[in-house]
């Protein structure tokens, strides 16, 4: 079974440019995930999707970041304009659903340098 | 609210030392409890789980007991591997499996 393929796997932008990562999870995975990871730190989520609709995006900085997952499959996470501080490694990680207790699958990772 | 505190690291141990990582956790309602690893340069990989009260979540010699009265969830292992070396997170999930982890812990492993 293919895991959670995520690109690109780096990153490195300027300060105020723009960077989007793309997702595409565990075939007839309902539920979604994008975690932002700084180095030394545990995962912090940022969106969590159900099929194609936002279940939790409280952590998300919407004046600069924003995802969609159109049709409910692929998803998409952009950052613009891009500052320093988002320098982080994104996750993007699946369930089957959002009954607790089920397993999240995560991706490799995307890792973004802002300069 | 919910979270999870984690034992401070780096922790470093000869090869076939006993190993405890220590995992509290604060929540509301019945959560269920993970264990999440992640080796150099890749994702994290789930480690072991458990979904409710003392229940024992075991994996690759790894075991950790969910512990309600303690609100514990402490990773051990017997005897430990160069190849252990990671960094280990523990997490719980909520209603609609919101996960929240820890800050991760460091282990090296030393021949």
């Known amino acids: 079974e293919a895991g959670v393929a995520q690109s690109p796997r780096y990153k490195i932008i300027e300060k105020r440019q723009s960077v989007a990562f793309w997702c595409n999870p565990i075939s007839g995975h309902a539920t979604l995930y994008w975690y932002q990871q700084i180095l030394g730190q545990g995962p912090k989520l940022l969106i969590q999707?159900?099929?194609?609709?936002?279940?939790?995006d409280s952590q998300l900085p919407k004046d600069r970041f924003s995802a969609e997952r159109l049709k409910g499959v692929d998803s998409t996470l952009k950052i613009q304009p891009a500052k320093l501080e988002d320098s982080a490694v994104y996750l993007c990680?699946?369930?089957?659903?959002?009954?607790?207790?089920?397993?999240?699958?995560f991706g490799e990772g995307s890792w973004l340098t802002v300069v | 609210g919910n979270s999870v505190t984690q034992m401070e690291g780096p922790v470093t141990l000869s090869e076939e030392a006993f190993l405890t990582i220590n995992c509290t956790y604060t929540a509301t309602g019945y959560p269920s409890l993970f264990w999440y690893v992640q080796y150099p340069g890749e994702g994290l990989q789930l480690l072991l789980k458990a979904t409710k009260a003392d229940d024992k979540g075991s994996n690759k010699g790894f075991e950790a007991t969910y512990r309600k009265e303690t609100t514990s969830f402490h990773l051990e292992k017997g005897s430990v591997q160069v190849s252990d070396s990671a960094v280990y997170f523990c997490a719980l999930t909520t209603t609609g499996n919101q996960f929240y982890f820890g800050t991760g812990t460091s282990l090296t492993v030393i021949p």
């Open positions: 990680a699946s369930s089957l659903s959002s009954i607790s207790g089920n397993t999240i699958y």
């Open positions: 999707f159900q099929n194609n609709g936002v279940v939790d």
